[in-house]
C-alpha cells in the first residue's frame, strides 16, 4: 500500500513538470545525433557503432535524471517522512527506482528504436535494442538510485553521482551492446539478454537495501 | 498521576564527536504536553530525532507501554506524527493532495474527512486546492500542522511548530494541541514560545 502510495506520487510529481523528463529525453536524442554528425555518413559504420552508442547515450541520460531522484525530498524534508513510514525504508526505495524506470527507461525503450533506424540498423537488431533496454534499464536505476542516495548532502552531487554509478553500470552496457551486435553477426542474442536480465535481478535483489542504508545515514 | 505511557531513560546522544545530551530521562504520560526548550544548539533537534530512531543514541531506552522501541521499529514509527524544521510539502501537489499522500505513505488509507477537520483546524478549507508551492512559508507551516493531525497518531514529534505562525494560527495550534490532549494524545514540542498547558524540560544545562 505505501509502496503503491509512493510509487504513484512519484509519477504525479513528474506529471505536473513534464519538462523535466522531455529535457533528458531531449539530450539523449541530440547526444546520439552527434555521432553520425562528427564521424560522417558511412552507413556500415554507423550501423556497427549504432549500438554501443545508444545504450552509451541511455546510461548518460539516466545519470543525468537521476541526481534529483532523493535529492528533491532530501531538501524539502520529506525524505523524513519517508524514514518514518511504518514499512520497511527498502520499499519505499524500490518504489522510488520503479517511478524513475517508468518515466525514463520506458520513453528510452520507445525512442532508441527511431535513432537506430536512421543509424541504419535492421529491423531484428532494434526489436533486440528494445528487449536489451527493456531489461537493461531497471539496473540502471537502481544502480543510479544507489549513487543518488550516497551523493545526498553532497555538493556537485551530479558530478560525484556519475562518478559512483558509470562504473557499476559498465556490465549492463557491455551486454547491452554486444546483444545488439551478436544479432547481427548472426549469432543467438539471447546469452546476452540472459545475462543483462540476471544484472537487473542481482541489482533487484540486493540494491534496495543498500539504498535504504544510504538513505537512512542521509537522514541522521 | 497516570501512569507513563513514554519513558526515557539514560538517553545519550553524540553529534560530530560532541556530547549534545547525557543521561536523560523523562517519562510521560497519556495527555500530556512536553515543551523542550533550551537556547540554540542545546540539542532540541538533535533529541527529537532520537526518540524517532532517525538519529542513533548511544546509551538508554526508550520504552513505549513498557516495550523497548528498537524491538519494532516499524510498530514504533506508525505511534509518530513528525513535524521537522522542514516542512515536508511537495510544492508541485495541492495542499489537500499533500496530507491524503502523506496519510498513505503512513499506509493508512486515506481519510478524506479526517483531512477536511484537519484542513479546517488551521483555517486552510480555502487553500485546498492551491499548489503547496504557491503557499506562504506560515501557510505552508499550517499544511505541515494540518499533516500531523491528520496523521491519526498517538505521539506528535514537533520542531518548532510556531515558527511563522501568526497569532490567529497559533491559536489554533494551540487548540489542535488541546484536542490531541484531550483525548489521551502525547507531544513533544522544541520550542522558543510557550504553548498552553506545557510542562517544559530544558536541555544544554
Not at chain 1, 528504436?113 to 533496454?133: C, N, Q, R
Not at chain 1, 553532497?154 to 560525484?160: E, P, T, V
Request: proline letters at 4%.
Amino acid at each position: 500500500m505505501g509502496f503503491g502510495a509512493l510509487f504513484l506520487r512519484d509519477l504525479r510529481l513528474v506529471w505536473r513538470r513534464p519538462g523535466d523528463v522531455a529535457v533528458v529525453l531531449a539530450f539523449f536524442v541530440v547526444a546520439t545525433v552527434l555521432f553520425p554528425l562528427g564521424i560522417g555518413p558511412e552507413s556500415n559504420l554507423l550501423a556497427r557503432i549504432a549500438a554501443g552508442v545508444l545504450w552509451a547515450a541511455a546510461l548518460f541520460a539516466s545519470m543525468l535524471s537521476l541526481d534529483r531522484l532523493f535529492a528533491a525530498d532530501y531538501e524539502d524534508g520529506a525524505l523524513d517522512l519517508l524514514l518514518l513510514a511504518p514499512w520497511p525504508l527498502e520499499l519505499s526505495a524500490l518504489a522510488k527506482c520503479a517511478a524513475h524506470w517508468v518515466v525514463m527507461g520506458l520513453p528510452l525503450a520507445v525512442l532508441a528504436p527511431l535513432i537506430g533506424g536512421a543509424f541504419g540498423l535492421d529491423g531484428k537488431s532494434l526489436l533486440v535494442l528494445v528487449l536489451t533496454l527493456l531489461v537493461g534499464t531497471p539496473a540502471l536505476s537502481l544502480i543510479g538510485g544507489l549513487a543518488a542516495a550516497l551523493t545526498l548532502g553532497a555538493r556537485r552531487s551530479g558530478a560525484l553521482l556519475a562518478l559512483l554509478a558509470l562504473p557499476l553500470c559498465v556490465p549492463t552496457l557491455i551486454f547491452g551492446a554486444s546483444a545488439i551486435e551478436a544479432t547481427a553477426t548472426g549469432e543467438g542474442f539471447w546469452v546476452h539478454l540472459a545475462i543483462l536480465g540476471a544484472l537487473a535481478l542481482v541489482s533487484l535483489a540486493t540494491l534496495p537495501w543498500a539504498i535504504a542504508a544510504a538513505l537512512r545515514q542521509a537522514g541522521e | 498521576m497516570m501512569s507513563a505511557v513514554l519513558e526515557v531513560s539514560g538517553l545519550a546522544c553524540r553529534r560530530g564527536g560532541r556530547r549534545v545530551f547525557d543521561n536523560l530521562s523523562f517519562a510521560l504520560a497519556g495527555g500530556e504536553l512536553l515543551a523542550l526548550t533550551g537556547r540554540n544548539g542545546s540539542g532540541k533537534t538533535t533529541l527529537l530525532r532520537a526518540l524517532a530512531l532517525l538519529v542513533p543514541s548511544l546509551a538508554g531506552t526508550i520504552r513505549w507501554n513498557g516495550a523497548d522501541v528498537h524491538d519494532d521499529r516499524e510498530n514504533w514509527r506508525a505511534k509518530l506524527a513528525w513535524l521537522g524544521h522542514l516542512d515536508g510539502l511537495k510544492g508541485d501537489l495541492t495542499v489537500v493532495e499533500n496530507i491524503l499522500v502523506a496519510q498513505r505513505l503512513r499506509g493508512q488509507p486515506a481519510d478524506i474527512d479526517s483531512v477536511a477537520s484537519a484542513l479546517s483546524t488551521f483555517d486552510l478549507t480555502t487553500l485546498k486546492d492551491r499548489a503547496a508551492r504557491t503557499l506562504s512559508a506560515g501557510q505552508r507551516r499550517r499544511v505541515a500542522l494540518a499533516r500531523v493531525v491528520a496523521a491519526k497518531a498517538p505521539l506528535w514529534l514537533l520542531d518548532e511548530p510556531l515558527n511563522a505562525l501568526d497569532a490567529l494560527a497559533q491559536k489554533a495550534l494551540n487548540e489542535g494541541l488541546a484536542r490531541h490532549l484531550a483525548a489521551g494524545g502525547l507531544v513533544i514540542a522544541a520550542t522558543h514560545a510557550p504553548l498552553d498547558g506545557a510542562r517544559t524540560l530544558e536541555l544544554g544545562i
